[in-house]
């Protein structure tokens, strides 16, 4: 088994190193060579040329890269490679309606394209992820295999046509914002209240058994654990995929005011100081990685991330 990745920063790195691990065979594309992954089996290639000729077709390729124009920019790059049945699956968190363009002039040339909306951050990619993937089937018969492998149990699911699974990726990250949201609020419902919670400790008893137990509950946990209410930056960055979302219900007529208030408490974070808004940015760092505190490579991405406009 074979995976081209081009991207090898957490996610892509982080995704190299699992599939090695499991004996596939990675042949990843970066600006820079990584000695870190090289010495751990991943064959690094800086140019294009090696890149593909070190895989064998049909290639399946895993973008693990920016959204917006950077993927535009970068299917450029490639197409003189591809050829006929080769698989392009983008990885990243693009607009679905992106996806259905990129999808629709790939297919001409007899390329498949797959939108692979990704979910378990840094530590799912590592250790075995959550693949939502919408695309042909024909193309979803070649990636499928090497998904599976990369995937926890019932891990994989192809959504439907194309763009369906980047958009299941958007409805998820709504629905994480809203998850975020509840868990901050209780966490500062406590830290406010008359009584001395250890927090660590409650966060650890309501997730074994309680109805809200869940990964998050377990970041928060771990976090508290490592980090005082004072280290903790409560202005939240985030790349703009949900405020998409609800343009995208407010067009279609549809209400999701759980959502709609999450992405609006995650813009009064940037003015205001909260135990609500520290809990969120802890668990937002926990689950991928993202910033604690204001970030202006993020700020620039939430504007250009989508091309199509809605």
């Known amino acids: 088994m074979e995976l081209g990745i081009i991207g090898l920063g957490k996610m892509g790195g ?15 594309k970066a600006r820079g060579y990584k000695k870190e992954l090289s010495m751990k ?16 077709s049909p290639r399946v390729i895993y973008l693990s890269l920016p959204a917006g124009k950077t993927i535009d920019n970068v299917i450029r790059e490639i197409s003189p490679f591809l050829k006929k049945d080769d698989v392009v699956m983008d990885g990243g968190n693009s607009f679905y309606l992106d996806s259905i363009k990129r999808e629709s002039v790939l ?4 390329i498949y394209f797959l939108d692979c909306g990704t979910s378990g951050g840094v530590s799912g990619a590592r250790n ?8 042909d089937k024909k193309g979803i018969s070649v990636a499928q295999p090497l998904l599976e492998k990369l995937s926890v149990p019932n891990g994989f699911i192809h959504t439907g046509k194309p763009g ?21 609020e209780g966490y500062a419902l406590c830290m406010q209240s008359e009584f001395d919670f250890d927090m660590p400790a409650l966060c650890k ?26 280290d903790i930056e409560p202005y939240i960055e985030d790349t703009g995929e949900v405020n998409w979302l609800i343009q995208d219900a407010i067009n279609r007529e549809i209400p999701v005011p759980v959502m709609s208030t999450a992405v609006m408490e995650l813009f009064k974070s940037r003015d205001a100081h909260s135990y609500s808004y520290k809990a969120i ?5 926990g689950f991928g990685g993202h910033p604690n505190g204001r970030n202006e490579y993020i700020k620039k991405e939430r504007k250009i991330s989508r091309i199509t406009r809605i």
């Not at 940015?281 to 760092?285: D, F, H, N």
């Open 14 to 28: 982080s995704l190299a190193l699992q599939a090695v691990k499991k004996k596939i065979k990675v042949i990843g």
């Open 205 to 230: 008893n309501w997730n074994n058994g309680s109805v809200i137990r869940s990964w998050l509950i377990e970041l928060m946990e771990k976090g508290l654990r490592s980090n005082t209410p004072e």
């Open 107 to 110: 297919r001409k040339k007899g």
């Open 164 to 184: 369906s699974g980047h958009f299941a990726k958007l409805v998820h990250n709504g629905i994480e914002f809203g998850m975020l949201q509840a868990i901050g």
């Open 41 to 56: 089996g991943v064959v690094v290639c800086t140019e294009y040329k090696k890149f593909f000729k070190e895989l064998k």
């Open 281 to 285: 940015s802890l668990m937002r760092q």
């Open 128 to 135: 075995g992820a959550c693949f939502m993937v919408g695309g």
